[in-house]
């Protein structure tokens, strides 16, 4: 991995905002005082008069935003995860999920990977707040080339997304001259055949690692990139977990409510060994990021060693 580009995913992020800015006049951009952290900057510098900075007042933004997709057009509010479904879920559920508007929501920093910021900054619970507002997809690209695909594709749904993206550059393991991209449709990023790792975010790359290491010790996974959380690849889960016989899902999120409880939920009706690995009920606190991440089992090593014990069930 040390020769693979690295990227943080909200880099693509805005960088396609620019992009879409090019191709369409219909949509605005919204932040909350951090343009430069999510990099809506960059949107702001090519378009000043289509961006708006609605400063510390995240509720505020997305009643904004709101108003603005009622209007007909589309609009991307973004700030950190902690703020954008944290302090502003009232606005996000009622002025934007209830009415069904066109809001897509860049949420950056999430995960323990904001690192130094600590627990006030590391939302584990935003996958689970927005899973349950009807009608919101949640989607949670792993690597640069997947947030372009992914932001381009929130612009063309219709209804509201919440983008979950990161603060910390990881590997690009897509091709982007090849990749292909549709909402709601997990990716095999490898087949296997002695249990499943269904991975999202960051975590996609340290299942593929994790897989490495498996392949070593003569233990065949398949690995599944479920860049969309809601609505879930449910076919390819049960698909999958029909040849492995065992499940094991990654996520940087809590365990409560966010992919594991999703995937559990699509095989509750054709049950199989499940073992979720992510963050157990538990605050963060303040690190390098990359240090967190191995503390709390969220690298390739942790990967491997739960789906060995999952193995050994």
Known sequence: MADVKKIATRVGYGETLVELGAEHDDFVVFDADLAEATYS???KKAYPGRFFDAGIAEANMMGLAAGVAASGRVAFASSFAMFAAGRAYEQVRNSIGYPHLNVKIGASHAGISVGEDGATHQCNEDIALMRTIPGMTVIVPC????????????????GPVYLRLGRLAVPVVN???TFEFEVGKGIVMREGTDLTIVACGLM???ALGAAELLADKGVS???IDMHTIKPLDEELVRASAKKT?????????????????AVLAALAENPVPV???GVRDVFGYSG???DLLHEFGLDAEGVAREAEELLAR
Do not use: M, N, W
């Open 204 to 206: 996609v790359q340290a």
């Open 175 to 177: 091709d982007p001259e």
């Open 275 to 277: 073992r979720k690995l």
């Open 245 to 261: 016989g065992r499940v094991l899902t990654c996520e940087e999120h809590s365990v409560i409510g966010g992919l594991g409880d």
């Open 143 to 158: 690597d640069d080339t997947e947030a372009r695909a992914a932001t381009r594709a929130a612009y063309e749904l219709d």
């Open 41 to 43: 900057a960059t949107f």
């Open 288 to 290: 390098p990021a990359v």
């Open 221 to 223: 996974a398949e690995v």
